[in-house]
């Protein structure tokens, strides 16, 4: 998602200090200078954790393994880098970032801990282009001969990979050299992220297994809280909290705004990437939401302007449907209007969160960058 606003761009990115893991120094890095910082954090800190449970057994070594190549396995490190402008924005160009990477590396943690979750949820066979951890970990028990079913000790260690991805990222949190003060507002905020984000992912369970009782505007809620909150909002008030940002500063509303804004764009892009994005470039099936009904924001509004006989065929669920009926289905709802809709709906929150930055205290570098990021989130194609 390197972007030219983005990446002509001061990161500052400081040599880190101890047990830290070493950055370049470049005034002038480009965004990849910050994805580069975040993984050689999470990979220091991760190799050390996966030889301390290997001395306790080294099949757990084996375990610790397959949790770490889900972290490292790819991503666009949206979360990490929204915290970062956010602390960037409120500190300005020239603090040194060290004391702040574990803390932001740690909210890479904190997703690896939704997806391999999520996918279990979703019963998902792959995840950025490759087997999903339930799948994997299956695989591998039926070719070792062990005993059992090999999908349900795949959903088993999946949960397992995902509870120890939410204990690293505390762990990993607890690294950022701040003054105990600070780190324990930065931990409220944590936390809450936390906890929206699972009430997010619980009614985004609950739509799908009550889509008749659902709605736009629910659809809605959920994209603000199980997408919104923890990829975009929340990280940026994470990042406002690591630069000691008071709570009623006029920097917190505008990133509130800004956040909110972004993140529901986010979702609404991801809604139609479901049904009509690449998946070669995704890395996710594509027409999944349409073969179960999963009530998102676009196929609501597609049931809400179809025509009665448009209606009654979205309506039917096809869970063993070929790429031909789900073509057809796709077409259907972008006859109904839906996709149109949802494009403005995108347009419309990019430009409120563009106004949201206009008037606030932050430096140009940060004001590029985050204007940056709002249009490469939600025109992105996987």
């Keep these: 998602?390197?972007?030219?606003?983005?990446?002509?761009?001061?990161?500052?990115?400081?040599?880190?200090?101890?047990?830290?893991?070493?950055?370049?120094?470049?005034?002038?890095?480009?965004?990849?200078?910050?994805?580069?910082?975040?993984?050689?954090?999470?990979?220091?800190?991760?190799?050390?954790?996966?030889?301390?449970?290997?001395?306790?057994?080294?099949?757990?070594?084996?375990?610790?393994?397959?949790?770490?190549?889900?972290?490292?396995?790819?991503?666009?490190?949206?979360?990490?880098?929204?915290?970062?402008?956010?602390?960037?924005?409120?500190v300005g160009g020239t603090a040194p970032s060290a004391p702040v990477l574990p803390a932001v590396a740690a909210l890479e943690l904190l997703h690896t801990f939704a997806l391999v979750h999520d996918d279990v949820m979703d019963e998902s066979a792959t995840r950025r282009g490759r087997p999903t951890a339930h799948v994997a970990v299956a695989a591998q028990h039926a070719a070792a001969g062990r005993r059992g079913d090999p999908s349900r000790f795949g959903e088993s260690v999946a949960v397992l990979i995902?509870?120890?991805?939410?204990?690293?990222?505390?762990?990993?949190?607890?690294?950022?050299?701040?003054?105990?003060?600070?780190?324990?507002?930065?931990?409220?905020?944590?936390?809450?992220?936390?906890?929206?984000?699972?009430?997010?992912?619980?009614?985004?369970?609950?739509?799908?297994?009550?889509?008749?009782?659902?709605?736009?505007?629910?659809?809605?809620?959920?994209?603000?809280?199980?997408?919104?909150?923890?990829t975009v909002q929340r990280p940026l008030l994470f990042g406002a909290c690591l630069g000691g940002v008071d709570a009623d500063a006029p920097l917190i509303a505008a990133y509130t705004r800004y956040g909110l804004a972004v993140g529901e764009a986010?979702?609404?892009?991801?809604?139609l990437l479901g049904v009509y994005g690449d998946s070669a470039t995704t890395g996710k099936p594509t027409g999944d939401d349409l073969r179960t009904g999963k009530p998102t924001a676009l196929l609501m509004l597609a049931r809400q302007l179809a025509t009665p006989a448009q209606r009654r065929a979205l309506e039917e669920t096809v869970p063993d449907a070929g790429d031909g009926d789900i073509a057809r289905l796709a077409e259907?709802?972008?006859?109904?209007?839906?996709?149109?809709?949802i494009e403005r709906?995108?347009?419309?929150?990019?430009?409120?969160?563009?106004?949201?930055?206009?008037?606030?205290?932050?430096?140009?570098?940060?004001?590029?960058?985050?204007?940056g990021l709002a249009t490469t989130a939600t025109s992105r194609r996987a």
């Design 345 to 371: 709906m995108i347009a419309d929150r990019v430009a409120e969160a563009l106004a949201a930055l206009d008037g606030t205290p932050l430096d140009r570098t940060a004001h590029t960058a985050l204007s």
């Design 162 to 230: 995902g509870d120890l991805c939410m204990v690293w990222a505390d762990r990993l949190l607890a690294h950022a050299a701040l003054p105990p003060a600070r780190l324990l507002d930065v931990r409220r905020c944590y936390d809450q992220m936390r906890v929206e984000t699972v009430a997010g992912q619980y009614l985004d369970v609950l739509g799908e297994n009550d889509a008749a009782n659902w709605s736009v505007d629910r659809a809605l809620r959920v994209a603000r809280y199980k997408t919104a909150s923890y």
């Design 266 to 271: 986010f979702q609404l892009c991801d809604d």
């Design 1 to 90: 998602m390197a972007n030219d606003a983005v990446a002509d761009d001061a990161l500052r990115l400081s040599p880190a200090k101890g047990g830290d893991t070493p950055v370049r120094t470049n005034p002038a890095a480009s965004t990849k200078d910050l994805i580069a910082a975040v993984d050689g954090t999470l990979a220091a800190f991760l190799s050390a954790e996966i030889d301390a449970l290997t001395e306790i057994d080294g099949a757990l070594g084996g375990f610790a393994a397959t949790a770490r190549d889900c972290v490292l396995a790819g991503g666009k490190r949206i979360r990490p880098m929204f915290a970062y402008w956010g602390w960037r924005g409120a």
């Design 332 to 341: 259907l709802v972008a006859d109904t209007g839906a996709v149109d809709r």
